[in-house]
C-alpha cells in the first residue's frame, strides 16, 4: 500500500474521520446556542469526556460562563441541521429556531438538549485546557440517556447501539457524511471488565 504525505499538515485531522457527529448545546444568561462537533470520552472514574471549541465560539463563551453543557448524539435525519448549526453563529441567531431544532429540559444541568437527537450526556465543566488554537472543556458526566429502542447490549450486558437501528451520523468531512449499518463482532475473546 503507497502512502503520501498530506499537502497542507492542517488537514491531518481528516485521517481520523470519520467521527460520530455530536450537537453541543451551552445557555447562559437567557441565550443558548447549538454547535456541531464531536466528544471524546476521557475517563471511566469519574465518568469524563472532552469537546474541543475555539475561543472565537458563541458556545464557547457560553459553556466558560455557565459551567455546564450537553452533547447530543445526532442520527442521520439531522444531518443538513447539523451542517447548518456548524455554519452559522449563535451570536446572530437563535440556532435552535433557525434550523428547526427542538430545545427540551435536560434533567441535571441547566442547558437545552436536542429532542431529536439519540442520545444526551449532560455534563459540568470540570476542567478547561488551552490546546492550540482551541480549548478542550473536561466534562463530568452528570446524566447519560439515549432512546432504548436503539440500544442493544455487548457480552459483558453493556450498553452499544444497534446499527441495524440506530443511523448514527458520522462525518466524513466538510459536506460529507455516512452512517454505519452493520457491526462485526472480533474473534478476540473480550470483556470489557477485564480491560478496564
Excluded at 441565550?31 to 456541531?36: E, I, N
Excluded at 465560539?57 to 447530543?72: D, H, M, P, S
Aim: aromatic share 8%; net charge neutral; with cysteine.
Amino acid at each position: 500500500m503507497r502512502k503520501s504525505d498530506l499537502a497542507r499538515m492542517w488537514e491531518f485531522f481528516r485521517l481520523l474521520y470519520p467521527c460520530q457527529v455530536a450537537l453541543i448545546t451551552a445557555a447562559h444568561g437567557g441565550r443558548r446556542d447549538v454547535m456541531t462537533s464531536s466528544a471524546m470520552p476521557v475517563s471511566f472514574k469519574p465518568p469524563l469526556l472532552a469537546v474541543s471549541i475555539s475561543p472565537k465560539r458563541f458556545t464557547y463563551e457560553l459553556i466558560k460562563a455557565q459551567g455546564e453543557f450537553v452533547v447530543n448524539v445526532a442520527p442521520r435525519s439531522l444531518m443538513d441541521k447539523a451542517l447548518l448549526c456548524g455554519l452559522k453563529s449563535g451570536r446572530e441567531v437563535d440556532k435552535f429556531e433557525e434550523v428547526g431544532l427542538t430545545p427540551g429540559r435536560a434533567k441535571r444541568v441547566d442547558v437545552p438538549i436536542v429532542e431529536e437527537c439519540l442520545a444526551h450526556l449532560e455534563c459540568r465543566v470540570v476542567r478547561e485546557v488551552e490546546a492550540g488554537d482551541h480549548s478542550l472543556f473536561i466534562g463530568e458526566v452528570l446524566a447519560a440517556y439515549a432512546a432504548d429502542d436503539m440500544l442493544a447490549r455487548d457480552d459483558d450486558g453493556i450498553a452499544l447501539w444497534d446499527l441495524t437501528k440506530a443511523e448514527v451520523l458520522l462525518h466524513v468531512g466538510g459536506a460529507y457524511f455516512t452512517v454505519a449499518r452493520d457491526m462485526v463482532r472480533s474473534s478476540v475473546k473480550y470483556s470489557f471488565f477485564r480491560s478496564a
